[in-house]
C-alpha cells in the first residue's frame, strides 16, 4: 500500500498530519526520532559577572537553558563535531550575554547574541525578579545537542493515534527554535541515514 500524508491542521509551532499505509511501529520510531535525535539550540554553559536575585546562580542557569532559542542550521557544527570544543568556537558555540538592575522582571528578551541568528523564540519568558539596586550580569553559551542528551534539547512534543480507519494521526507540537515542519522532515532524513547504514552493514556481512 502507498504512503499517503495529508496536513489536517497548522499552525506556526504545530501541526496535524495523517499517515495512511505505514505500522505503528513505523510511527512510533518516527516519533522517538523527533524527540530524542533532531539537533536544537540551548545553552549549556552559563558564567556569572553578578547575581544578586533571589535566585541561586544554578538555579538562573536551568531557567536559561530551558528558553528555545533559533539558529540558522548550517551555521553550527553537530554535536559529535564539538566534542572537546572551546566555548569560543563561533562555530560550536554561540555566545549570549545579560546585565540588568533592578527594579525590573528579567525576560528571556533581555539576552543579547553575538549572532543575529540565535535568539529566544519568545522575549517575554520570565527568568528573575530584581530589586531596587539588585543587578544580575552574565555570559552565556549555547550549543546544537540532541534531546537524549537532555531535555533543553527536546525538539518537539510528538504523539500520535490510530483512528478507526487505521490512519495513523501525528501531532507535533515545537517546543524549540525548530519549526514543526522543519523537525518532521528532519527526523524523516534522519531516519533515512539509519535505514541506509543498516542495508549497507547487512551487504557488508
Not at 63 to 92: F, H, M, W
Not at 101 to 115: A, I, N
Request: hydrophobic fraction near 40%; glycine fraction near 6%; proline fraction near 4%.
Amino acid at each position: 500500500m502507498a504512503i499517503k500524508i495529508e496536513i489536517l491542521e497548522r499552525k506556526k509551532h504545530a501541526i496535524k498530519f495523517s499517515v495512511e499505509g505505514v505500522k505503528p511501529s513505523f510511527a512510533n520510531a518516527l516519533r522517538r526520532i523527533m524527540i530524542s535525535e533532531v539537533p536544537t539550540m540551548a545553552i549549556e554553559w552559563v558564567d556569572f559577572k553578578k547575581n544578586d536575585s533571589a535566585l541561586y546562580d544554578e538555579l538562573i542557569a536551568h531557567r536559561l537553558g530551558l528558553i528555545p532559542l533559533t539558529y540558522e542550521k548550517r551555521a553550527y557544527k553537530l554535536p559529535e563535531e564539538c566534542r572537546g570544543a572551546s566555548v569560543k568556537d563561533s562555530q560550536c558555540y554561540a555566545k549570549l550575554t545579560l546585565k540588568k538592575r533592578g527594579p525590573c522582571v528579567v525576560y528571556s528578551g533581555d539576552l543579547k547574541s553575538e549572532d543575529e541568528s540565535v535568539k529566544p523564540v519568545f522575549d517575554k519568558i520570565p527568568i528573575v525578579e530584581l530589586l531596587e539596586n539588585q543587578e544580575l550580569e552574565l555570559v552565556a553559551y549555547a550549543r546544537l545537542g540532541y534531546g537524549r542528551e537532555h531535555i533543553k534539547w527536546q525538539g518537539a512534543v510528538v504523539g500520535y493515534s490510530i483512528d478507526e480507519n487505521g490512519k495513523i494521526i501525528f501531532e507535533v507540537e515545537s517546543c524549540s527554535g525548530l519549526s514543526p515542519e522543519e523537525i518532521v522532515i528532519t527526523a524523516t532524513e534522519i531516519f533515512e541515514r539509519k535505514i541506509k547504514e543498516f542495508k549497507k552493514q547487512v551487504n557488508e556481512l
